[in-house]
């Protein structure tokens, strides 16, 4: 891998988690406005699925219509979907520092599937910048409260589903990033939309919310979902995901922006180390003898 391609990877990744990383401020005023997570994933994922699509057709990108079009929508009505709800009854139960803390052992859960299913050997740097970064997030997020057990296990949950999303993702080659990202919220939205229509949860109430919600499926997960997949083919799962810690530094960041919450010292010494894990890992030269993915 070239130091132009790894850099491009690296700046397409920061990009998705930067695009992540606004979400909970956005989600707060959605559910701050009546709305319930199942009726908040439908729309956004409906949302989603239709500007890429747009998109897609515009870039000349046709979705798949071999078994990776099976693969893609099983990442999208089962993983995305399933992380998704995972992630919001978490937040239900347990304060959200601990449940980004939580969700943010994904990194270090992608580096271990991919040694033990894909048989790829992690660099040590890799490793170490797995570490690094895991250590700047919980100093990032700072002190949380002690949560209920059920809340801790969703949180764990939503991490697990995460990790295999991406090693599983990492897997579908040959299909451009928009027509991919396409793919998985199509899916995602037939999931999420039969289980609105089996549920009937609450949708937002007013202009302000409804707003939000749209900036979630448009920012949060268009820009963030094409991003994360373009970075993927370049980078692969384990260095994806390292980058990928920079989104809570980015969620600390905007909450202390937007909603006045004000940053400690230990937050500020947190994100410094999330990005000088992330920058030592730009530099990281190519492997001598790289894995190869298989395609699906």
């Known amino acids: 891998m070239t130091r132009s391609r790894r850099l491009t990877g690296v700046v397409l990744a920061v990009v998705s988690a930067a695009s992540f990383g606004v979400m909970p401020v956005l989600g707060k005023v959605v559910y701050d406005d009546g709305a319930e997570p199942v009726g908040v994933l439908a729309v956004r994922f409906a949302i989603a699925a239709a500007a890429l699509l747009l998109l897609a057709r515009a870039a000349g990108q046709p979705l798949p219509r071999d078994r990776r079009l099976v693969v893609l929508a099983l990442l999208g009505g089962v993983g995305y979907v399933g992380q998704g709800l995972f992630y ?11 449940t980004a803390l939580l969700l943010y052992v994904f990194p270090a859960l992608v580096v271990l599937l991919s040694a033990v299913l894909l048989r790829e050997r992690p660099r040590p740097r890799v490793v170490a910048c797995v570490v690094v970064a895991l250590a700047g997030t919980a100093l990032t997020i700072g002190p949380v409260e002690g949560g209920q057990g059920g809340g801790v296990a969703l ?11 991406i090693v599983a993702g990492s897997r579908v080659r040959g299909v451009g990033p928009l027509a991919t990202a396409a793919t998985v919220m199509l899916a995602a939205a037939a999931s999420t939309g039969l289980l609105a229509l089996l549920t009937r949860p609450s949708l937002p109430r007013s202009a302000p919310g409804w707003l939000a919600l749209v900036a979630v499926a448009l920012v949060c997960t268009v820009v963030a979902v094409t991003t994360f997949f373009a ?46 894990a992330v920058m030592a890992l730009a530099r990281l030269g190519t492997p001598a003898a790289e894995p190869e993915a298989v395609p699906v």
């Open 231 to 276: 970075a993927l083919a370049l980078l692969g799962p384990s260095e994806t995901s390292v980058v990928s810690t920079v989104e809570p530094v980015v969620s600390v960041a905007v909450a202390g922006l937007v909603l006045g919450e004000r940053l400690s010292p230990l937050q500020v010494v947190g994100g410094a180390v999330v990005l000088g």
């Open 155 to 165: 949180g764990l949950g939503a991490a697990l589903v995460y990790a295999v999303y």
């Open 88 to 98: 919001f009854s978490a937040l239900e139960r347990i304060s959200a520092g601990l």
